[in-house]
């Protein structure tokens, strides 16, 4: 039904910087709650980030708390999520996703099963 779609992917340095992006078909992306999600290989999809559907809540994991920043343009049906002071522990394919459930808490909203639609990933390889 929903349609997601990554980019902004790519090789950088580490202290650099990334601009994620993510497309939804249709007029989805204002009644979803939106998440952003990596994975390393051999390991599990981890919780980057989340934002409400009316973009005026968010919540963060560890990793990513200080410096990546997610927001979304419902206008556009696109959410980004902006990745500074990039580290090589960043390195990982990074996904974004969506729910019709409401951010209601971390530890609810921050699991992979919550969520009912996918991406299909971008790659982000930080250097030193």
């Known amino acids: 039904q929903v349609q997601l779609v990554e980019s902004g992917g790519g090789w950088v340095q580490a202290g650099g910087s990334l601009r994620l992006s993510c497309a939804a078909s249709?007029?989805?992306?204002?009644?979803?709650?939106w998440g952003w999600f990596r994975q390393s290989p051999g390991t599990e999809r981890v919780f980057v980030a989340t934002?409400?559907?009316?973009?005026?809540?968010?919540l963060y994991g560890d990793s990513g708390q200080g410096r990546f920043t997610i927001s979304r343009d419902n206008a556009k049906n696109t959410m980004y999520l902006q990745m500074n002071s990039l580290k090589p522990g960043d390195t990982a394919v990074y996904y974004c996703?969506?729910?019709?459930?409401?951010?209601?808490?971390?530890?609810?909203?921050?699991?992979?099963?919550?969520?009912?639609?996918w991406g299909q990933g971008t790659q982000v390889t930080v250097s030193s």
């Open positions: 934002i409400s559907r009316n973009g005026v809540t968010t």
């Open positions: 996703a969506a729910t019709t459930s409401g951010l209601t808490g971390r530890e609810v909203i921050a699991r992979v099963e919550v969520y009912q639609y």
């Open positions: 249709g007029r989805a992306i204002s009644t979803y709650t």
